[in-house]
């Protein structure tokens, strides 16, 4: 089991759910660099849960305690490490899934692959929880791209069938994007937080779980980052956002839209603005060719909805090899994607220091 990132800077994620603690390793990553803790707790705060109904009631304070590679707050130049510990875990919930494993969930394609070896509490090293130590990784990577004039923001694009409205793709405002890094519900539209509240919580109340997007956006690149085919700027970036629990799907730009327009509506129309190269549009999300052309990096990834609900469903039973039914108990977030937010933020900054 492999759960690595990068090549310049390498991201390992280690840890279970309910085991004692999660945590990540990071190589590469620069030595005198002056990291701001306080930023760093910002952010695995906005993705901590229990502190909203539209998540899990579990209550975690998400503390990562750096054990090396850091030193009076600067970086050391060796590995940094760190760990959080699990102190709020119920594994007593999750015993009837050792042989009914949970439709939409892991629990079936793991037990397959490790021989039934792999730790089904809470899912294991399958589960949501493995993000606190993305967020940490990627907080950590964005406070040295900001030094090099490099922003990134996120928010819900949509839950349901609420949507907000979507980015200016050509001029992001940066007052919006310091509002949308240390919100806990991110909208850019505000007004559209109760109708998105009102669909999770009717989710919640029938025993269900619901779904949306959240949109990021890059600005501050520079044109000329990222390599043709497959090291371009979207393989790197798609990569590091399936590596995000229950990511299904990711559009660049326009994205799908783009296959029911005609070129003379989807090219961008390059002009100089005060000596410098831009478009007028942003169809193509700000990367041409795998490679980036100077203007917002914008894309959307869709989020499936929480697979583990407390209706029944139909499942099988492993070890009798039969058809069975299952009742899933434990706390479960009704809607995934108000946390999402800051871990698909996370891991685009480390895409992102990647690439440069």
């Known amino acids: 089991m492999s759960s690595t990132y990068g090549d310049k800077?390498?991201?390992?994620?280690?840890?279970?759910?309910?085991?004692?603690?999660?945590?990540?390793?990071?190589?590469?990553?620069?030595?005198?660099?002056?990291?701001?803790?306080?930023?760093?707790?910002?952010?695995?705060?906005?993705?901590?849960p229990g502190k909203d109904k539209t998540a899990t009631p579990?209550?975690?304070?998400?503390?990562?305690?750096?054990?090396?590679?850091?030193?009076?707050?600067?970086?050391?130049?060796?590995?940094?490490?760190?760990?959080?510990?699990?102190?709020?875990?119920?594994?007593?919930?999750?015993?009837?899934?050792?042989?009914?494993?949970?439709?939409?969930?892991?629990?079936?394609?793991?037990?397959?692959?490790?021989?039934?070896?792999n730790d089904i509490r809470g899912g294991g090293h399958f589960s949501g929880r493995l993000t606190a130590p993305i967020v940490f990784a990627g907080a950590i990577c964005r406070q040295i791209l900001e030094k090099n004039g490099i922003k990134i923001a996120a928010h819900i694009n949509s839950i349901g069938t609420v949507k907000d409205k979507q980015?200016?793709?050509?001029?992001?405002?940066?007052k919006l994007i310091e509002r949308l890094n240390t919100s806990s519900f991110a909208l850019i539209d505000e007004s559209a937080e109760e109708d998105m509240r009102n669909q999770v919580e009717e989710a919640r109340m029938n025993l269900d779980s619901i779904g949306g997007t959240v949109e990021c956006a890059v600005t501050g690149i520079e044109v000329g980052i990222g390599?043709?085919?497959?090291?371009?700027?979207?393989?790197?970036?798609?990569?590091?956002?399936?590596?995000?629990?229950?990511?299904?799907?990711?559009?660049?730009?326009?994205?799908?839209?783009?296959s029911q327009m005609r070129g003379s509506q989807s090219n961008d129309p390059f002009r100089y603005v005060e000596g410098k190269v831009v478009t007028e549009t942003n169809n193509c999300g700000g990367i041409l060719g795998g490679i980036t052309n100077g203007m917002p990096v914008i894309f959307r990834a869709a989020v499936k909805p929480t697979p583990s609900i407390s209706q029944k469903q139909k499942t099988v039973d492993l070890q009798k090899k039969e058809n069975s039914e299952l009742e899933v108990h434990g706390r479960h977030d009704p809607c995934i994607v108000p946390r999402a937010v800051p871990v698909i933020e996370a891991v685009t900054a480390i895409a992102i220091i990647n690439l440069m």
């Open 227 to 258: 390599e043709p085919m497959f090291d371009g700027v979207e393989g790197v970036i798609a990569k590091a956002v399936f590596g995000v629990p229950a990511i299904k799907g990711i559009e660049f730009g326009k994205g799908f839209e783009l």
């Open 9 to 48: 800077i390498k991201i390992s994620i280690f840890g279970e759910s309910h085991g004692n603690g999660i945590g990540v390793v990071i190589d590469g990553l620069p030595a005198g660099e002056k990291i701001d803790m306080d930023k760093v707790f910002v952010q695995m705060s906005r993705r901590a």
């Open 167 to 174: 980015f200016d793709p050509t001029n992001i405002d940066i």
């Open 58 to 117: 579990r209550k975690e304070s998400d503390l990562p305690k750096v054990l090396s590679g850091m030193l009076d707050d600067t970086l050391t130049g060796a590995p940094l490490c760190a760990v959080i510990e699990n102190t709020n875990t119920k594994s007593g919930d999750y015993s009837n899934l050792l042989s009914c494993p949970r439709p939409g969930h892991s629990d079936y394609t793991a037990f397959v692959k490790y021989n039934a070896s």
